[in-house]
Structures are given as C-alpha cells and as structure tokens.
C-alpha cells in the first residue's frame, strides 16, 4: 500500500541528499500538485552526515517550513513558462557547483557516484520520506509505488526531531541503482 494525499492537503515539501560526508536539504516550491527545488527563495543547508538524528530532523522541519506555495493560476504558461524553465535550469547548474565546492568533487559525476537521494511530503498528519533510484549517472528518480524496491517511511508530526532524523536516513539508505519493475506475469502458460 502506497501512501495517498490529495495535493491540498500538503503543508510541506522538500529533497534531501546524501554527498559523500554532507546532507543537503532543499525546500521546494510547490503549486498544487506541481513541485520543485525552490532555488529563487528556497531554504539550502549543509549539514555534515555526522550531525544527530535530532539535528539532522530540525533541520528538515526547517526546510518543510520553508517550502514557498504559489498560487497555480498565476504560474507562466507557453513563452513564459519556457523562458522561466531556462532560468530555472542555469541555476539548478550553479546549484550543482555548489555541492561541488563543499564536497571537493572534481565533476557531477563523482559527486554523484555515491549519492543518495530522498524526497519528503508533510500534511497536517504525518511526514513521508521516499527513497529514489539513480538511472541516470547525475539524476535521481521517483520509484513507482507498483516497483518491488519502492519505500515509504511513515512518521506523524508530533514525532520527535530524533525519528524524523531516522526516517529520512532509511529512506537515503533505501535508494537503489536503477529500479526495476515487478516480473511479468504472462496468463495462460503452462
């Protein structure tokens, strides 16, 4: 069973990665179903993996607390929509760089050999942490909740910062390399 919530009922969103000796989390904006990292406004911490559980949760409150929400009848559409997804990727590069800077990477794809990537939903009830796959050498995936190797982890929001710290670990250490989708089943062989 997968977990379900209806887009309004979302209080919260950020990404969490795991670089080698660092955690970076990321607030996102967030516009009715429609998500990304929130690099014009967003909340971007550095945290080494070293930190406690009830640090490393803290700052994840933090983050969901900063997720900026737009109104989705005022985002750009055609022409506008493009030009702000340019822009939108020119600092999603800068954003990478600066991952590169703290954890003395030499390329994206270094950084990215031993990632890990979680993304966390809050509503009014609970915090979900879901792990991902890595495909692509520098890009992680949501797994499909049908896939064998997708996660959910579950923690209520009166939690304390220690379980919402753990959560968000399990779910980085549930990451796979390329998820794969549950066998076939072919009808009718014998």
């Known amino acids: 069973m997968s977990f379900k919530c209806l887009p309004r009922d979302v209080t919260g969103r950020i990404e969490i990665y795991r670089f080698g000796t ?4 990321t607030s996102c904006m967030y516009a009715l179903g429609l998500s990304g990292t929130d690099l014009n406004h967003g909340l971007d911490e550095f945290l080494p993996t070293t930190v406690s559980d ?7 409150r933090r983050c969901h607390d900063a997720t900026r929400f737009e109104d989705w009848n005022t985002l750009p559409r055609g022409e506008a929509a493009k030009a702000a997804s340019r822009e939108w990727k020119k600092k999603l590069v800068l954003w990478k760089h600066k991952a590169l800077e703290m954890t003395a990477c030499q390329n994206l794809e270094a950084l990215y050999e031993d990632a890990r990537y979680s993304n966390s939903r809050r509503t009014k ?3 979900v942490f879901f792990n ?5 050498p520098t890009e992680f995936f949501d797994i499909p909740d049908h896939f064998p190797d997708c996660r959910e982890f579950i923690v209520k929001q009166s939690a304390s910062d220690e379980m919402l710290g753990q959560a968000a670990r399990a779910a980085l250490d549930a990451g796979v390399r390329n ?12």
């Open 179 to 190: 998820a794969m989708p549950p066998p076939r089943v072919r009808r009718g062989s014998e």
């Open 22 to 25: 660092f955690y970076r989390l």
């Open 132 to 136: 991902s796959s890595l495909d692509n």
């Open 54 to 60: 009830a640090e490393f949760g803290a700052a994840i």
């Open 125 to 127: 009830g609970v915090y």
